[in-house]
């Protein structure tokens, strides 16, 4: 069998053997990988015998006489046609991964000075293709609704570098000293 460049293979040639032959197929030993169809079977001495056209465990292919007849019902005149997605279907751009490109921590708010006065929470943050901030959601209250809202104010100010939309879960933690 002769490898296929259009599906993928270099094109070299694979030892095989024919391990049946009947009138409209010729049984070939082996697996062969499903990117092997429509590869030529070849004779020890170059002829083309045949065609690949099943893989798996067993392994077929149409005789080169059967398919000498289906030929002979083309036109002289055809043209060769690719299938139009292979033409227009332009090549897939990798999506560039989410970062963060602006991103400050969320300031103490101003009227609260207690010594010792912590909490934590998390927030999940969405961003558009832009990179900007779409929602902020409280995932778990730092405990105090001056953190949450000091939290929320700041993290809307965040941006991601353009990507697709995404999300993110933070953790802020707000603690005097």
Known sequence: MIGSALA???G?????KITAQQADRLEIAGATSASSIGSPVVNEIGEVVGVLTATGQQTTARPATVLE???SRVATDT?????ATAETSPTPKPTPK???????APAFPPGISQPGLSGTGRFRLAFDTNGNV??????KS???PYFDQAAIKTLRQWRSAPSQGWAVTVPV???TR
């Open 69 to 71: 007849s289906l030929l």
């Open 134 to 139: 779409t929602n902020v959601q409280v995932v």
């Open 12 to 16: 070299s040639a694979r030892q095989t």
């Open 98 to 104: 989410p970062r963060l490109v602006y991103a400050p």
């Open 8 to 10: 993928g293979n270099d």
């Open 142 to 144: 730092t405990g105090n």
């Open 79 to 83: 043209q060769a046609r690719w299938p």
């Open 173 to 175: 933690t707000f603690q």
